[in-house]
């Protein structure tokens, strides 16, 4: 398939979708569709399937594609190679060349490691190995073999048509890829927790649309701008991320004359989960995703929880509920987000904050409470329709 092909290749290994039985034909499809869309404007792209393999060959830079592929959902790791013909001679040719590449040189250890997928190939793989070993040996001087602990491994990859050498392998983010699983929308906030928590439902394979509740003037334009950012960090992983920015402060000033104080947060956070449900109906979304964490403030504890999801039908997806705080920190970092995240700008949510918020509300108050405020439901249409849809 690659015979007499110099352009360069990376091998892309994927993990749960190859599981999948009946669904994986589909679920490769659809990782195969995502890689193309992470590296759309890539110079010479062609993506080939095989054999459980995905191979992409491109003639840009190897750094740009291989970044731009170890934010794929579905990919497991990636490794650039080099192609060789099913030859012996040529093998050992290529395995010189990829050693030289991974810094083999006097007082490096290394080995060679075979796997020979295609068994029609006449020599075991135990044997290419030490033929190619011992090429690498006589080139490059003062190099030593070590089978147990090298600091260097070249692989040797024997397909039906084509061999391939490698010595790195650079991690994938896993899981699914983005859209196999359904359609969510993520609350978004401009805190840390709620983007590892839309991060993590696009590695279960969930396309997602956020929601940001917005009141100015008590929240800055520069608050709305770091959600954007954070937006843009999300779309990076799972391609597209559209985000309704909902105008909320005549429903806060609502909540704040008529109800009472110590259910502010209580009632707000009732009315962000029917104006996320409305979105949902019209982005055809199944789910509702949050950055909720258990017990961290006075709306997430386990009685506020059941009081304020009551208002909603569509299933509530809280993926990082139990972790502590330092864990999803962690995360945040490793994706990108945090430094965002810790940008000093209010959201809504840190407005109009009682002193004596309710922890453990009552569900007969919450409705009493909004029975105060009257017809709501023209605020919360008016809210929805003046919505602003960034990044579509």
């Known amino acids: 398939m690659f015979v007499n092909d110099q352009r360069k290749t990376i091998l892309v290994r994927y993990g749960e979708i190859g599981l999948k039985g009946k669904n994986r034909s589909s679920f490769e499809s659809a990782l195969i569709r995502n890689m193309r869309s992470a590296l759309e404007g ?6 080939l399937r095989e054999h459980g393999r995905i191979y992409v060959q491109y003639d840009d830079s190897t750094e740009k594609v291989a970044e731009k592929l170890s934010r794929v959902f579905g990919i497991v790791s990636l490794s650039p190679v080099i192609t060789s013909r099913p030859d012996i001679e ?5 395995a010189l060349e990829g050693a030289l590449k991974a810094g083999c040189r006097s007082g490096v250890s290394f080995k060679v490691e075979t796997r020979r997928a295609d068994k029609r190939f006449s020599i075991t793989s135990p044997e290419v190995s030490r033929l190619a070993g011992g090429f690498i040996l006589e080139n490059i001087p003062g190099l030593t073999v070590d089978v147990h602990n090298p600091q260097v491994v070249v692989h040797v990859e024997i397909r039906a048509h084509d ?3 490698y010595s790195t392998s650079i991690p994938g ?3 699914l890829p983005v859209g196999v699983t359904g359609r969510g929308a993520l609350m978004l906030s401009g805190g840390i927790d709620s983007p590892v928590a839309g991060w993590l439902a696009m590695k279960r394979g969930i396309k997602l649309v956020g929601v940001h509740f917005y009141s100015f003037p008590f929240t800055s334009e520069r608050s709305k701008e770091k959600v954007l950012d954070l937006s843009k960090v999300l779309a990076s992983y799972g391609g597209k991320f559209p985000v309704y920015v909902v105008p909320f402060t ?15 947060v209580t009632i707000m956070r009732r009315m962000m989960f029917r104006i996320t449900e409305a979105i949902c109906a019209k982005e055809n979304c199944s789910s509702i995703f949050t950055g909720e964490n258990l017990a961290q403030v006075a709306s997430q504890t386990i009685e506020s929880i059941a009081v304020i999801e ?35 700008y209010e959201d809504c949510c840190t407005i109009f904050v009682p002193k004596n918020p309710a922890t453990k ?21 008016q809210a929805v329709e003046n ?3 960034y990044g579509v």
Request: charged share 30%; glycine share 6%.
């Open 42 to 47: 890539v110079q010479g792209l062609k993506i």
């Open 90 to 94: 040529d093998i050992k040719r290529k």
């Open 163 to 165: 061999v391939f050498v």
């Open 173 to 175: 983010p896993g899981g």
């Open 250 to 264: 005549e429903i806060q000033k609502q909540i704040k004359v008529k109800c009472p104080e110590s259910l502010y």
């Open 310 to 344: 009551e208002v909603v039908s569509l299933p509530i997806l809280r993926p990082v509920i139990t972790m502590d705080k330092t864990e999803i920190i962690e995360v945040a970092k490793r994706i990108g987000t945090y430094d965002i995240s810790i940008r000093p």
């Open 361 to 381: 509300p009552k569900l007969r108050d919450a409705e009493a409470a909004e029975e105060l405020m009257g017809n709501y439901q023209d605020l919360l249409e």
């Open 387 to 389: 919505s602003e849809i």
